[in-house]
């Protein structure tokens, strides 16, 4: 029998409408409702070496090989080892430890990491600056060492001879026994000119002024020297003649940010992984280049030069100077990027050894560099009949001219020179890429919700690798050494000691020596040792305004010291260069004024507001006087919140809540 069914009501039908509606509207908006991107959670390192690795690389570098030994040879060879352990002991270690702990404990680069100091977030501004000028700066070192070791591969190595296009009437291999020879004539023979001009032409030497007497200053011009400032550099009279983008360096210089984007562009895991052979690697062709070295006549006296002590030049305030400078270039102290290595380690890592094993091994690098360097310039000096001194150089004039003219000399010369510029772009490359990935961190940790989605970090990295080539072509330009000068002299070489000065005031008595030493043993298990803290609070601030005084006492303007003549700065492009100086420690006062300005009331508690530290929970000291700290919550805590101790209708958007004043 059929079911009887009935029709529906004119209600009922209306009804059934609106559920079917409502039905098809709830999918509509959640088809409709946009996905959530998930904000990736902050890195750590894989294997906690990587941590050591990544240090060993960024810090040990081109400074260890190419100022170290000069400044050693200069200030008095192995007396000099007296003010640069001092140095080690008061501003090196003490600083080090400092940026990489407070990294560790905050979890922060260098801007978030002030967050234990609100007031004074300024200095890790100041760090970004300087990291940032430094990253574009150093990459063109790195330009030139790529260019070099592909000239290097060739039979005939083309900075060897004067059979170039490049090079001048005046070009002579034998140059430093030929300008002798002159001065010996000129000077303690009485003949005329003609015959001065006869005798060199009968030794095959043209090109020479026709009336040469007494006053007349002869330049013979080397090949290494032609093939770097004509051939390398095109180098033109001055700052003011930028000249045209040298088309060679410049794809060098892509050449060099495409590696590093790619060394860096998925994160500290991938980079960590390219620096085990990045950090070792130098040492394998030092100790390669060292045997040859050894080998080499004249070797025993280049490094005799090197190490023998003169004490008495440990009484001049230059010396110490050097000394100071030296430990905080080659330590990479207040660039920001140790504190950001430091922030990958987990929370209980003991970084205070590894601060320790870093001081050896870079000190061991430097120490190791000069037997490289000066067992060569020994073989060089005696081949060329001069004394080590008139072929000791430092810095571009070591790795570019010094170095390749004594390899030239060598049998099986472009082996050699392909071997020490490998190694120097091993030892520039990690520093330049953790470089970059410091400031990439800076930026990542100050808007995390930003760039940790998808992959707008790889985009991040890209724009700055293009902003950064993008400011290095005026260093590629014929013109662009005067440049580079500019920006090494001014940008971060004094700068680093005021922003060093400023960490440790602000640690020890600002946020608290004692309360960051208990923080300290929280993270280690273990109490660090007192004197610790005491060098954070007196010994080290007083050792860096000493340095910077010191230094400033001794400033001089900038030149550029060429073969033959002096290049003198103009005074617009020195006030360039200050501009570079103080567009970094500027930003210190500026945010302490911004942060004063945000609070209200008297300037005393201005004061007291802006300098509570924003600490999570696990950052909080046992008894620790919560009234005189902000809490930032990862997650709502309702028994905080319950018990009156948190208030989540706080003004700080990064926060979930606040300590109740």
Not at 63 to 78: A, D, E, I, M, Q
Not at 292 to 316: Q, V, W
Request: glycine content about 8%.
């Amino acid at each position: 029998m059929a079911q009887e069914t009935f029709p529906l009501t004119a209600d009922e039908k209306l009804a059934t409408e609106a559920t079917a509606l409502t039905s098809v509207t709830q999918d509509v908006e959640e088809a409709t409702e946009p996905v959530k991107v998930k904000v990736k959670a902050r890195e750590v390192w894989a294997k906690k070496i990587d941590f050591l690795f990544a240090l060993i690389g960024f810090s040990v570098g081109l400074g260890n090989v190419w100022r170290f030994p000069f400044l050693c040879y200069k200030n008095g060879g192995g007396a000099f080892l007296i003010p640069y352990f001092i140095a080690v002991f008061l501003g090196g270690i003490p600083s080090f430890f400092l940026e990489v702990s407070l990294g560790q404990f905050m979890s922060e680069g260098g801007i978030g990491v002030w967050k234990i100091a609100p007031l004074f977030q300024g200095i890790g501004y100041a760090s970004a600056v300087i990291v940032f000028i430094l990253n574009c700066e150093y990459n063109i070192i790195l330009t030139w060492a790529y260019y070099y070791l592909f000239a290097s591969f060739t039979s005939v190595l083309p900075w060897s001879n004067c059979d170039n296009e490049w090079n001048t009437e005046t070009c002579h291999v034998d140059h430093r026994k030929i300008t002798n020879m002159i001065g010996n004539i000129t000077n303690y023979l009485n003949i005329t000119a003609v015959n001065v001009n006869a005798s060199l032409v009968d030794l095959g030497i043209t090109g020479l002024p026709t009336a040469l007497t007494n006053e007349t200053q002869v330049h013979i011009n080397d090949p290494v020297t032609e093939f770097w400032e004509r051939k390398v550099l095109g180098l033109s009279s001055g700052i003011d003649e930028p000249g045209v983008v040298k088309w060679d360096l410049c794809l060098c210089l892509l050449l060099a940010w495409v590696i590093v984007y790619f060394c860096i562009w998925k994160g500290i895991r991938s980079s960590g992984k390219v620096m085990y052979f990045t950090a070792t690697s130098p040492y394998v062709f030092m100790f390669i280049l060292l045997i040859r070295g050894l080998t080499l006549e004249g070797a025993m006296d280049g490094i005799k030069f090197y190490l023998i002590p003169d004490f008495s030049r440990l009484t001049d305030p230059q010396v110490w100077v050097d000394a100071g400078t030296q430990i905080f270039f080659s330590y990479s102290i207040s660039l920001g990027t140790l504190t950001a290595l430091g922030s990958y380690n987990r929370f209980n890592h003991n970084s205070f050894r590894d601060a320790l094993l870093f001081a050896g091994v870079n000190t061991f690098t430097s120490l190791l560099a000069g037997l490289v360097i000066f067992s060569i310039l020994g073989f060089m000096a005696v081949r060329q009949g001069v004394s080590v001194a008139d072929v000791a150089e430092s810095g571009p004039g070591l790795a570019f001219i010094a170095y390749p003219e004594a390899v030239s000399q060598m049998p099986v010369a472009p082996l050699w020179s392909a071997l020490f510029f490998t190694m120097i772009i091993l030892l520039g490359l990690d520093s330049q890429f953790v470089g970059v990935e410091g400031f990439i961190t800076f930026m990542v940790d100050l808007y995390p919700d930003v760039f940790r989605k998808g992959h707008r970090r790889e985009i991040l990295i890209g724009i700055v690798c293009a902003i950064s080539f993008l400011i290095g072509l005026s260093m590629v330009s014929q013109g662009g050494m005067y440049v580079f000068q500019l920006f090494d002299y001014y940008s971060s070489s004094r700068i680093v000691m005021i922003v060093a000065f400023f960490e440790c005031v602000v640690v020890s008595y600002v946020y608290g020596a004692d309360r960051f030493q208990d923080n300290l043993e929280m993270m280690y298990g273990f109490r660090v040792f007192p004197v610790v803290k005491w060098m954070w609070k007196l010994l080290t601030p007083l050792f860096t305004m000493s340095i910077f005084a010191l230094g400033a006492i001794t400033y001089s303007e900038i030149s550029y010291e060429r073969k033959f003549v002096t290049y003198e700065y103009p005074k617009w492009a020195i006030m360039i260069g200050w501009t570079l100086g103080l567009c970094s420690v500027i930003n210190i006062p500026i945010f302490v004024v911004y942060r004063l300005y945000q609070q209200k009331g008297s300037l005393r508690n201005r004061l007291r507001l802006a300098s509570k530290p924003i600490l999570k929970k696990h950052q909080i000291r046992v008894g620790e006087d919560l009234n005189k700290i902000n809490i930032v919550l990862e997650e709502p805590d309702e028994s905080l919140e319950a018990n009156g101790i948190i208030d989540r209708e706080t003004n700080g958007n990064t926060h979930f809540g606040a300590i109740k004043p």
